[in-house]
T-cell receptor, first 114, second 113 residues
Framework: GENVEQHPSTLSVQEGDSAVIKCTYS??????FPWYKQELGKRPQLIID?????GEKKDQRIAVTLNKTAKHFSLHITETQPEDSAVYFC?????????????FGTGTKLQVIP | NAGVTQTPKFQVLKTGQSMTLQCAQD?????MYWYRQDPGMGLRLIYY???????DKGEVPNGYNVSRLNKREFSLRLESAAPSQTSVYFC????????????FGPGTRLTVL
């Protein structure tokens, strides 16, 4: 089955600096890669996603890149703010039959230091 | 539009007790999922329902059963709770017409003593 590895497990940055989280996946059939943000005690919420036919996607301070050949994708957060502090999960997904099979990474705890 | 709702929010059980976690969505999604979240292990799929009337095992189904009661509701049952089932449980829903985005409920924090 699919295996998603995520690094680093923890990341501390100064406010205003950039943060990068990297993930690798094993199944070349995966074609959808969402990123979720989870604040303490809250539910995971989608912040950005990318499909396998796209190499990069941006949404204001957040961007995701995908390298299908190397089977890795990354989340980039620029100009970090204290409210960016949370746990971030990457995931790799493939539609199998009638459902979406999603495999999550183990998460990165991001701390933005004011 | 409440999205995905779950009850209860918190529950403490003794080993061997049973309980059912409830999940409902009002977004008319076809697919629904149950995950458990443990520290350092991300989200792991317990069971899923691709559409009303169907259910299938995910990555960690042992000790659980599910029921897709109708299109809106998907319940998770622990028949004989064990301490290893102490976790946070999330329900999610998605629909292929909505780009496969999964929407999560607020979670149920379960402790088994």
């Amino acid at each position: 089955g699919e295996n998603v590895e995520q690094h680093p497990s923890t990341l501390s940055v100064q406010e205003g600096d950039s943060a990068v989280i990297k993930c690798t996946y094993s199944d070349s059939a995966s074609n959808y890669f969402p990123w979720y943000k989870q604040e303490l005690g809250k539910r995971p919420q989608l912040i950005i996603d990318i499909r396998s036919n796209v190499g990069e996607k941006k949404d204001q301070r957040i961007a995701v890149t995908l390298n299908k050949t190397a089977k890795h994708f990354s989340l980039h957060i620029t100009e970090t703010q204290p409210e960016d502090s949370a746990v971030y999960f990457c995931a790799a997904s493939i539609r199998s039959g009638g459902y979406q099979k999603v495999t999550f990474g183990t998460g990165t705890k991001l701390q933005v230091i004011p | 539009n409440a999205g995905v709702t779950q009850t209860p929010k918190f529950q403490v059980l003794k080993t061997g007790q049973s309980m059912t976690l409830q999940c409902a969505q009002d977004m008319n999604h076809n697919s629904m999922y149950w995950y458990r979240q443990d520290p350092g292990m991300g989200l792991r799929l317990i069971y899923y329902s691709a559409s009303e009337g169907t259910t299938d095992k995910g990555e960690v189904p042992n000790g659980y059963n599910v029921s897709r009661l109708n299109k809106r509701e998907f319940s998770l049952r622990l028949e004989s709770a064990a301490p290893s089932q102490t976790s946070v449980y999330f329900c999610a829903s998605s629909d292929p017409s909505l780009a496969d985005t999964q929407y999560f409920g607020p979670g149920t924090r379960l402790t088994v003593l």
